[in-house]
């Protein structure tokens, strides 16, 4: 079955990098998302992988897949106060549905 | 564009009351979902729509209705509502696939209901 895990919560200090860890258990899993969700807010996407990919840079971010171990992190470089939100990695497969599977979400707290 | 639109903010019900949860797009988009928000969990799957006039069942259907009539709107009907329907439930649509070959999803701001 699909399920997705992650540690539920993180604190750093400005400036910081902050690593955010997820694993997930179907290994069909065809891409990988991270979303951000800030206070009283939606979800919003921040970056994905595909499942063929080791690795990804977007700026500040940095997506690590690890297939073998099915283990996804996004690393977030020079962490600033605005980064403080909820982080939910998610997966899909089901393209048709295009579902996607959440894990529980970690909150980031960036301390000043 | 205004996005996925959500309407109410927030909603109190009592046991056995009824009501819809409002969605609509402005983007055209053909699929639209439904995801409820538990406190220490992710979010689970309600029900979808892959296009006007077609619905199906995801994880957590029980207790809500859908229907989708037109491509912009996606309502969720609550028959009788329950303490245990007590969450934060979000829209969601997506269209085509990307040019990274994904399909972006965007979700609205949220309904926070609570029934006691």
């Known amino acids: 079955g699909e399920d997705v895990e992650q540690s539920l919560f993180l604190s750093v200090r400005e400036g910081d990098s902050s690593v955010i860890n997820c694993t997930y258990t179907d290994s069909s899993s065809t891409y990988l998302y991270w979303y951000k969700q800030e206070p009283g807010a939606g979800l919003q996407l921040l970056t994905y992988?595909?499942?063929?990919?080791d690795m990804k840079q977007d700026q500040r971010l940095t997506v690590l897949l690890n297939k073998k171990d099915k283990h996804l992190s996004l690393r977030i470089a020079d962490t600033q106060t605005g980064d403080s939100a909820i982080y939910f990695c998610?997966?899909?497969?089901?393209?048709?549905?295009?579902?996607?599977?959440f894990g529980s979400g970690t909150r980031l707290q960036v301390q000043p | 564009n205004a996005g996925v639109t959500q309407t109410p903010k927030f909603q109190v019900l009592k046991t056995g009351q009824s009501m819809t949860l409002q969605c609509a797009q402005d983007?055209?988009?053909?699929?639209m979902s439904w995801y409820r928000q538990d406190p220490g969990m992710g979010l689970r799957l309600i029900h979808y729509s892959v296009g006007a006039g077609i619905t199906d069942q995801g994880e957590v259907p029980n207790g809500y209705n859908v229907s989708r009539s037109t491509t912009e709107d996606f309502p969720l009907r609550l028959l009788s509502a329950a303490p245990s329907q007590t969450s934060v439930y979000f829209c969601?649509?997506?269209?085509?696939?990307?040019?990274?070959?994904?399909?972006?999803?965007?979700f609205g701001p949220g309904t926070r209901l609570t029934v006691t």
């Open positions: 969601a649509s997506s269209n085509s696939r990307t040019s990274g070959g994904y399909y972006e999803q965007y």
């Open positions: 998610a997966e899909s497969m089901d393209t048709g549905r295009r579902a996607l599977t």
């Open positions: 983007m055209n988009h053909e699929y």
């Open positions: 992988i595909f499942s063929n990919m």
